[in-house]
């Protein structure tokens, strides 16, 4: 790669160093926006040879989640994690698939909760939800159960269909705003996966669905060493 002047060989290292970590494009953009355009190969134009994040961020900016009514039915799963203690699981349809919200129960020690209840959130098909299930069934062991999820978020992330992206992302905020009201002190968690325009999606319908009734951190998790987002929402 021939550098210039303004995405010079330090600014590739440290970019390349971000990705590395797993920060998603949503704060990459925000640390090196103005200097994007510089790439030497036009990474981030469009006519590159990736997905031009700065097309995909104007669009996004246009684009605001409503809470719209959807019917949706939830229940309680024992964690995998846990004993005693329950994921949420959220059941609902969109153009005749059918959709499971996933509100996974997990207990975070980082700079900024001391073992505090958070809700890791991530939705898939009815279908590969069931898959899942049925693969861990049995299993004791708790890395063969984190194999399992791997994979399972994994498959989630090629398979889902994105043809219904909007109405996927509209139930989802609706029915958070709902299940917040079973939560005594809800904090969602949206960790990085390997897709980074999804997590983009998550975080953004989350800020247009709670507004101003929220306090965002950002850091790594002790569960799984994975940049987060936390959204302490407000009652």
């Known amino acids: 790669m021939n550098f210039n002047n303004k995405w010079t060989k330090g600014v590739n290292n440290r970019y390349r160093q971000m990705i590395k970590e797993g920060y998603p494009m949503i704060y990459i953009r925000e640390k090196l926006d103005h200097l994007m355009k510089y790439h030497p190969e036009g990474k981030f134009n469009s006519g590159g040879g990736i997905f031009p994040f700065r097309k995909f961020w104007g669009i996004l900016n246009e684009i605001k989640f409503n809470p719209n009514y959807i019917y949706f039915r939830f229940y309680e799963e024992e964690s995998l994690w846990y004993k005693d203690k329950y994921d949420?699981?959220?059941?609902?349809?969109?153009?005749?698939?059918?959709?499971?919200?996933?509100?996974?129960?997990?207990?975070?020690?980082?700079?900024?909760?001391?073992?505090?209840?958070?809700?890791?959130?991530?939705?898939?098909?009815k279908k590969?939800?069931?898959?899942?299930?049925?693969?861990v069934?049995?299993?004791?062991n708790i890395k063969d159960k984190g194999d399992e999820l791997d994979k399972f978020r994994d498959m989630v992330e090629k398979e889902t269909n994105y043809g219904d992206i909007i109405k996927i992302f509209n139930a989802i905020s609706y029915i958070l705003l709902k299940i917040i009201n079973r939560l005594d002190n809800p904090i969602y968690m949206i960790s990085n996966t390997d897709n980074p325009k999804k997590i983009n999606f998550y975080i953004k319908s989350i800020e247009d669905s709670f507004k101003d009734k929220y306090e965002?951190?950002?850091?790594?998790?002790?569960?799984?060493?994975?940049?987060?987002y936390y959204f302490k929402i407000k009652k």
């Open 137 to 140: 069934k049995g299993l004791n």
């Open 216 to 228: 965002l951190f950002v850091g790594k998790s002790s569960l799984n060493n994975k940049q987060s």
């Open 88 to 125: 949420i699981i959220c059941e609902f349809k969109i153009n005749d698939i059918d959709y499971v919200l996933l509100l996974e129960y997990l207990v975070d020690n980082n700079d900024f909760f001391d073992n505090e209840v958070v809700y890791n959130i991530f939705f898939s098909t």
């Open 128 to 135: 590969q939800y069931e898959r899942f299930i049925y693969n």
